[in-house]
């Protein structure tokens, strides 16, 4: 089983529509987990972070984790066609520790 | 401005010659990483850094050479031993106490 598993996509959803991306995990020692997003052909940018399990909104974006699952969500409301990218989720264990990625999801927003 | 930088942003070598892809920051980080990304494979760590000096092999390091002689720096070289060097390379850092990773723009290295 492998550490970290995101469904490749691509998702492709209509603009304004709700987004809902996903990872799930095997190793429960994980406690800080991240949503990068990159766009095609450069470096991933941070998009959310958060440390153990709950929610966390930022604008349009809410990242949500769930310990017991080993599950983690990244919710995109209203979305954009500017939202269109590669949505990579990350998690470590410690502060010190290498930083375990999925493989990205390919999410496009049609006009 | 501050930020990790990348040059160049394309790179092309032919097979056999050894390469040098450059990351420098002005953030005052202390850990320097390199991964390599592949289509379908994700993001794939090659060495990292966490204080100059001071390097550590991480997944796949084989055919890869790394130095941290300043805090701002961290060249990777690519060299002849790398079986399959073509990929889009990534340099990332993170500061003191942070979970977090800033990356750079990025390297596409070709090799023909």
């Known amino acids: 089983q492998k550490e970290v598993e995101q469904d490749p996509g691509p998702l492709s959803v209509p603009e304004g529509a709700i987004v809902s991306l996903n990872c799930t995990y095997s190793?429960?020692?994980?406690?800080?987990f991240m949503w990068y997003r990159q766009y095609s052909r450069k470096g991933p940018e941070l998009l959310m972070y958060?440390?153990?399990?709950g929610n966390k909104e930022d604008g349009r974006f809410t990242a949500q984790v769930d310990k017991s699952s080993k599950y983690i969500s990244l919710f995109i409301r209203d979305s954009q066609p500017s939202d269109s990218a590669t949505y990579l989720c990350?998690?470590?264990?410690?502060?010190?520790?290498?930083?375990?990625f999925g493989k990205g999801t390919r999410l496009h927003i049609l006009p | 401005d501050g930020g990790i930088t990348q040059s160049p942003k394309y790179l092309f070598r032919k097979e056999g010659q050894n390469v040098t892809l450059s990351c420098e920051q002005n953030?005052?980080?202390?850990?320097m990483y390199w991964y390599r990304q592949d289509p379908g494979q994700g993001l794939r760590l090659i060495y990292y850094?966490?204080?100059?000096?001071?390097?550590q092999k991480g997944d796949i390091a084989e055919g890869y050479s790394v130095s941290r002689e300043k805090k701002e720096s961290f060249p990777l070289t690519v060299t002849s031993a790398q079986k399959n060097p073509t990929a889009f390379y990534l340099c990332?850092?993170?500061?003191?106490?942070?979970?977090?990773?800033?990356f750079g723009p990025g390297t596409r290295l070709t090799v023909l």
């Open positions: 953030l005052n980080h202390d850990a």
């Open positions: 958060t440390y153990s399990s």
């Open positions: 190793n429960s020692a994980f406690q800080y």
């Open positions: 990350a998690m470590s264990s410690t502060r010190d520790d290498k930083i375990i």
């Open positions: 850094s966490q204080i100059v000096n001071d390097f």
């Open positions: 990332a850092s993170r500061p003191r106490g942070r979970d977090t990773q800033y």
